[in-house]
């Protein structure tokens, strides 16, 4: 089955969980920006957990299904609609929805978050690359021909049996309507869209370089509010916020970076590693934050406001855990399997 593209948003591109294993060549690991939403929109039909989704920023595109397809969204609430058989539906947020032939899906405002997750049932049809389904732009490579969507592009779908219960609840439609344009049956999870805090808490845990910088500098960071600056993306988000002085200068031999690292170049103003960040990096590291504030990281855009809070790795890999615990708990309920 195949979906147009009938307008292409403003950054909207075929992500996975990211391209391991490559990293000792200089080929960034790159992937979602927010993996957590990335799995349950797969969970929530039945797709592995690496099946490729369309990951779209702050504005989405216009997409026709060819064929009827069952669809989730999850993340950021962009205000997605279904247009089909004459009339619009709002599309439900976090659930598994039918989506009928002919039907047009299209994005509104930015109510919350910055990045929705768009899964389709048996995953996108797209060729691996060092085996990832990625797109990596800077590169040109990876997803649909390493770039964003473009207007008239063909999305493939690998083709599933539609074995879809009957819905719990029939769409706000004409009776003389036919066919309907999307059908919601009864799913045990539904998983809201995110939400983001005015001045939004992240959690970090002290870096490889955490003494380079002085006692004032580590009590700003923990202490001062930061915002996203405008030069931000996929690679990384430069903050705006009081400068980080060094308690003494060090030579550092560049070694690996991880996704949030938060490294401070000499101006220092930090700057948070996101997805397509480099595979190598010499400035000095203060802190990391924690992997399970990544996805709200990803939800956040310029000029946001944050607060980070200090917590020992320990703590870190607790709520790491517990989060993952969630996660089995949805793909269990679901009837799904992870990897």
Not at 144 to 159: E, F, N, P, T, Y
Not at 280 to 306: E, F
């Amino acid at each position: 089955m195949t979906i147009t593209v009938l307008k292409p948003g403003a950054l909207s591109q075929l992500q996975d969980l990211g391209r391991y294993g490559y990293q000792r060549f200089g080929v960034v690991v790159g992937g979602v920006m927010d993996e957590w939403s990335h799995r349950l929109a797969n969970a929530l039909l039945g797709n592995d957990e690496d099946d490729a989704t369309l990951e779209i920023t702050l504005t989405g595109p216009s997409l026709r299904f060819d064929q009827a397809a069952t669809i989730a969204i999850c993340g950021a609430d962009l205000s997605p609609r279904v247009d089909g058989a004459g009339l619009t539906h709002g599309l439900p947020h976090g659930r598994p929805v039918r989506i009928e032939a002919g039907s047009q899906l299209r994005f509104g405002a930015r109510a919350s978050g910055a990045r929705a997750y768009l899964a389709v049932a048996g995953g996108f049809d797209v060729t691996l690359v060092m085996g990832s389904r990625s797109t990596y732009a800077r590169g040109g490579f990876g997803g649909l021909d390493g770039r964003s969507l473009r207007k008239d592009d063909v999305l493939a779908v690998r083709q599933v049996a539609l074995a879809i219960p009957p819905p719990d609840a029939p769409p706000a439609a004409s009776p003389a309507a036919s066919p309907v344009a999307l059908s919601i049956p009864p799913s045990p999870i539904i998983v809201p869209p995110v939400r983001i805090d005015p001045v939004q808490p992240i959690r970090i845990i002290a870096g490889r370089h955490w003494d380079v910088f002085t006692p004032q500098a580590r009590r700003l960071l923990l202490e001062a509010e930061f915002t996203i600056g405008a030069a931000s993306d996929r690679m990384g988000y430069r903050l705006q916020g009081p400068v980080l002085a060094r308690a003494r200068q060090v030579e550092l031999i560049s070694e690996a970076v991880t996704a949030g690292t938060i490294q401070v170049p000499p101006d220092g103003l930090p700057i948070v590693l996101m997805a397509d960040r480099q595979t190598t990096g010499g400035y000095p590291k203060i802190a990391n934050v924690a992997s399970a504030d990544l996805r709200v990281m990803a939800q956040m855009t310029a000029p946001q406001a944050l607060r980070f809070v200090l917590i020992s790795l320990a703590d870190a890999q607790r709520i790491y855990l517990a989060r993952e615990r969630e996660y089995s708990h949805v793909r269990q309920v679901l009837g799904g399997q992870s990897k």
